[in-house]
Every structure is written in structure tokens, then in C-alpha cells.
């Protein structure tokens, strides 16, 4: 079995996989420090909360936007499961080409769905994430990452408005019945919401436009994106599990070297 990992700047996710069979996911919070034993007996346990023996696993990737977090990692991969995991990092074969001025600075995470979405939906595609930013990158016809798009993510925009309001609370970031906020809870849903809706909207017209890409597909990804995927029709597909499918996709290209 293969255990596929996204270390994001809020949340691990981590899935088993038997085959191309997704068996189970999980998450833990990226930014409680923890030593790899911590990281070990905890990522044992969940997996094994599953119903899966965590001496099953015999293989191990990782996506990771956090450096500070890989040494006590990789090491309790190894302490614990006895893998020496896969990283996506320069050099590993992904299937697509990076054509921007500076490849290096394209984030694994955008990397790996980026190879999902073209090898599970064909090119031209637009792969959105909503995360901790937003991003919209597009891969071109013939699988090459051309352009990005960069803006804040949702939950990190309302907490921004919130933090700094001192009159505005924190709300749950749901949509609301009517744009027509009557109370300050359901008018800072709104803005939140169908601001972030506006956003993807006139971003995926822009981009289309411009590239040139009038067919581009439009593949979401990200927790909170299925909020916004069930509100335009700019989205062609929310994949809630594209960057573990992208991890297992990468994994399986480079066992085959």
C-alpha cells in the first residue's frame, strides 16, 4: 500500500492507497511543532483507525510548502514505518513541464494537482485550489504549467477582516440565503462568499481569455472550495482529493524509472 502526504501551510492530509483505490484520508494541523516520534505514533494510530495495518504500508510520498516540518517527518517515516518516502522536488519526474520564469518557486503542492488534473482531464486546464491561498494555474495543451494566478484564501481573507475590524466577528464561512445581508453575521458571509465567487468567476474569464484557452477546463480542488464549486458554473469538476491522486500518479511514474 502507498501512504501519499500534502504537508500545506494549515493542514497535513495524508491517504492510503491500495492500488489506484483511495482507502482512507486523514488530517492533522501542520503548525502544532511535533518530534518525529509524535509524528510516528500519531500517523500510526490514524492509519490504523482505518482499518488499515500500518505494516501494509510499503511506500511512502510526500508534497510539502513547509521545510521546517520535513526532517522530524521524514525521519519518523522511517523510525515507524520503516519508508525512506518519495519528495516531490526538483529532479522527480511529474509528466509536465514548468515554462514560467522561475520554476522553482511553483509550490509542490501546485505542482502535484496540476499533474492530476491534466492526466485525469486532459489540457487546456485551469486547476484551482482553494486553500490557504487561492490559486488558479493553468496547464497548457500539451501538459506544460504556463502562468499562475495568486490571491488570499478564504479562510485567510475573513480572518484578515475580522482581526483587524474590531467591531466584526468571526463567522462560520458558509454561504448565505441572500447576498442581501440583514444583520452583520450574514453580510460578512455574503461579501466573504460571493466575493470569493465574483473572484473565481471574472479570474477564470480573464485567464481564458488572455491564454488564449477559450475550452479550458476548470478542475477545484480544496476544503472550502466546495462552497464555491456548487455556485458558478465556471467549474467544470471539484476534486476534494486531486492533490493525493496527483501524489499517487507522480509516485507510480517514478517506480516505473
Do not use: C
Not at 125 to 142: L, N, Q, R
Amino acid at each position: 500500500m502507498l501512504l501519499v502526504i500534502d504537508i500545506g501551510n494549515t493542514n497535513i492530509t495524508l491517504g492510503v492507497f491500495r492500488g489506484e483505490e483511495l482507502l482512507g484520508t486523514f488530517r492533522m494541523m501542520t503548525k502544532l511543532p511535533r518530534t518525529s516520534d509524535e509524528y510516528g505514533v500519531m500517523i500510526r494510530e490514524l492509519v490504523e483507525r482505518q482499518g488499515i495495518m500500518s505494516t501494509d504500508i510499503s511506500a511512502a510520498i510526500v508534497a510539502s510548502v513547509v521545510p521546517d516540518v520535513m526532517h522530524s517527518f521524514g525521519s519518523a517515516m522511517i523510525k515507524y514505518f520503516g519508508i525512506r518516502p518519495v519528495v516531490v522536488s526538483a529532479g522527480i519526474k511529474t509528466g509536465i513541464r514548468i515554462v514560467t520564469e522561475n520554476p522553482k518557486q511553483v509550490g509542490a503542492d501546485r505542482i502535484v494537482d496540476a499533474v492530476a488534473a491534466y492526466t485525469l482531464h486532459g489540457g487546456p486546464v485551469i486547476v484551482i485550489d482553494y486553500g490557504t491561498a487561492t490559486t488558479y494555474d493553468v496547464v497548457g495543451p500539451d501538459g506544460t504549467f504556463e502562468a499562475a494566478v495568486i490571491a488570499p484564501g478564504i479562510r485567510t481573507s475573513a480572518k484578515a477582516m475580522w482581526g483587524e475590524a474590531a467591531m466584526l466577528p468571526a463567522v462560520e464561512l458558509k454561504k448565505p440565503d441572500s447576498v442581501l445581508g440583514r444583520e452583520t453575521i450574514a453580510s460578512m458571509q455574503a461579501g466573504i462568499v460571493f466575493g470569493q465567487i465574483g473572484q473565481t468567476e471574472y479570474i477564470v474569464e480573464r485567464i481564458r481569455r488572455e491564454s488564449g484557452y477559450t475550452d479550458a477546463k476548470v478542475v477545484a480542488s480544496g476544503g472550502l472550495g466546495k462552497i464555491i464549486a456548487g455556485e458558478t458554473d465556471v467549474i467544470d469538476v471539484y476534486d476534494p482529493q486531486l492533490t493525493l491522486k496527483g501524489l499517487r500518479i507522480i509516485y507510480e511514474r517514478n517506480r516505473r524509472r
